[in-house]
């Protein structure tokens, strides 16, 4: 389908907004994210190797230069593809595609805290076409596809969860993306080889980017036999025997992938009903995330006790059903609106199935408590866009109104939140931190002390010792009578299952909004600061 003038002015001005919008988002970017520098562990070939202080061998435990620890993010083995795979088989949860492009990029240009910034754009800008012709297929209008390509690139869980961050969502996006366009197009249009060969290439550029990927291909799988198998019995055959293929090459490539199972079951938890009903809110709000910015509503209900989860569950409900006991008649109006112009029967169980792809994993207690929010349901956001269009331009004025004060709010806030929590956070974290002489670090979690490595200066004495360890208060004494000025960070996550910590002074104590609360407490000869 072709371009009309007023489709291409819109995604036109989207293009230069989201040229805008990631500028905007490297030039405020002064740290790494809690996952985010795991990406980069990996990306430099140091993930296994970092494994060594999990595991309490040198330089864990003993005061050493900052320049030993910044060897972890050096590439000393430029291009070993096979080296990240099997790292990321033995101690992370992810296929390892993302990673190599992430390790060949920081090869060319040099590790930097916006790769991702930059990868991020040149992905969202691959999807931006790919999207505008899946929902031309499905709403069957170019300009109502367009208004699609605009809102689900400018969604504060997109900008929050996704765009901002080393990590492998965005490429995720872009193939779901690419994959549902090639799909229906197989099935709705005459076949011809090169869908084969696209179905094929992107089947298996999805289980070499996320494992999830699996589980969505098998919801287009039903929605195929519900929907085409009279029509197309030979074309569903064939996409039966891409994934065969697809696990196959997947298998050749990576051929420890089982592992990853086996690390991820280690790390979930086991079933319970307080539990379930926070994984309920969290979903939740992964969803209400698509147009309102509630990072810190998740970040809030993670901390909240197990009676406050029952409250929050059972008056968020009520709230609820109150609001479509009041407004049946009107949600009921729209709806109808909605559905009766839906160009295609099969587009809102496609919606329904992708969702439940999405969530059913994580509800089931297979994913760890923390794999909820915008980037773990980017393959239902496109879809919840084009309903958002199909509503909006179902609605009558006030409506209408609405929908576009909420959306311009949550994107403009989220960058607004990330400027607050970038400056005025981390900005005053680095600067304290590199004013210190003797550093002492009492978490030797991934997500936590190697945030600060790039940022320390090669001179700065550091010790990495866990708070748990039995030698900590005897080396911390050792430390006190040799080094009097020292300066401790003491961290610890803050999930739902570790909620209280809190520090005297909250001056010294820095909430990152991303599951890490850091304390620093400066000791020096004649007083403290605690």
């Not at 773990?376 to 909006?392: G, H, N, R, T």
Request: proline share 4%; charged share 15%; net charge positive.
């Amino acid at each position: 389908m072709k371009l009309n003038f007023k489709s291409g002015t819109i995604l036109f001005y989207t293009m230069l907004l989201i040229v805008l919008m990631h500028v905007y988002l490297a030039k405020q970017k002064v740290m790494y994210g809690g996952d985010e520098i795991i990406s980069y562990l990996c990306a430099t070939v140091n993930q296994d190797n970092y494994s060594v202080v999990l595991h309490q061998q040198p330089p864990y435990g003993k005061l050493v230069p900052a320049g030993e620890w910044k060897k972890f993010f050096e590439i000393n083995e430029p291009y070993a593809y096979n080296r990240i795979a099997i790292d990321l088989s033995k101690t992370d949860l992810h296929p390892p595609l993302y990673f190599w492009i992430l390790h060949t990029f920081t090869v060319w240009f040099g590790m930097h805290n916006f790769n991702g910034i930059i990868l991020n754009f040149l992905f969202q800008l691959l999807t931006l076409w790919p999207l505008f012709k899946l929902a031309s297929l499905l709403l069957k209008n170019r300009v109502k596809a367009a208004y699609v390509v605009f809102f689900w690139s400018f969604t504060p869980a997109l900008i929050s969860g996704v765009l901002y961050f080393a990590r492998p969502y965005m490429l995720l996006s872009l193939i779901h993306i690419c994959y549902a366009l090639t799909f229906f197009s197989y099935f709705m249009k005459q076949e011809n080889l090169l869908h084969r060969i696209m179905l094929l290439l992107i089947t298996t550029m999805g289980l070499l980017v996320h494992y999830s990927f699996f589980i969505t291909g098998l919801c287009y799988l039903l929605i195929a036999v519900l929907y085409f198998r009279k029509t197309a019995y030979r074309k569903l055959l064939f996409i039966v025997l891409v994934w065969i293929i697809s696990v196959i090459i997947l298998w050749l490539i990576h051929p420890h992938f089982s592992n990853s199972f086996i690390l991820q079951q280690e790390r979930t938890t086991s079933f319970s009903f307080h539990q379930l009903i926070a994984r309920i809110g969290k979903t939740g709000i992964g969803f209400m995330q698509f147009l309102i910015p509630v990072m810190m509503m998740k970040h809030s209900l993670m901390m909240l006790s197990e009676t406050f989860l029952w409250i929050f569950f059972l008056g968020g409900t009520i709230i609820l059903i109150t609001l479509i006991l009041v407004y049946k008649n009107t949600l009921k109006h729209l709806s109808l609106k909605v559905i009766t112009h839906l160009r295609h029967d099969f587009f809102l169980p496609t919606v329904i199935l992708i969702s439940l792809a999405a969530i059913a994993p994580y509800l089931l207690f297979i994913f760890p408590f923390h794999a909820m929010g915008g980037q773990y349901l980017i393959s239902v956001y496109p879809y919840l866009a084009m309903l958002l269009v199909l509503l909006f331009y179902r609605s009558n004025y006030a409506v209408k109104t609405g929908l576009i004060t909420i959306f311009c709010l949550g994107s403009i806030v989220t960058l607004f939140d990330f400027y607050n929590l970038q400056n005025n956070k981390y900005g005053v974290l680095i600067n304290r931190l590199q004013q210190q002489k003797l550093i002492i670090a009492d978490n030797t979690d991934r997500r936590s002390f190697p945030r600060l490595i790039p940022y320390l200066k090669p001179e700065q004495l550091i010790l990495l010792i866990n708070k748990d360890d039995r030698k900590f208060d005897s080396t911390l004494q050792a430390i006190n009578n040799l080094y009097p000025n020292y300066t401790l960070i003491s961290s610890v996550q803050t999930g739902y299952e570790k909620q209280k910590f809190v520090s005297a002074d909250p001056s010294k104590q820095f909430d990152l909004e991303d599951g890490i609360l850091w304390v620093i407490t400066e000791h020096h000869p004649k007083k403290q600061y605690y």
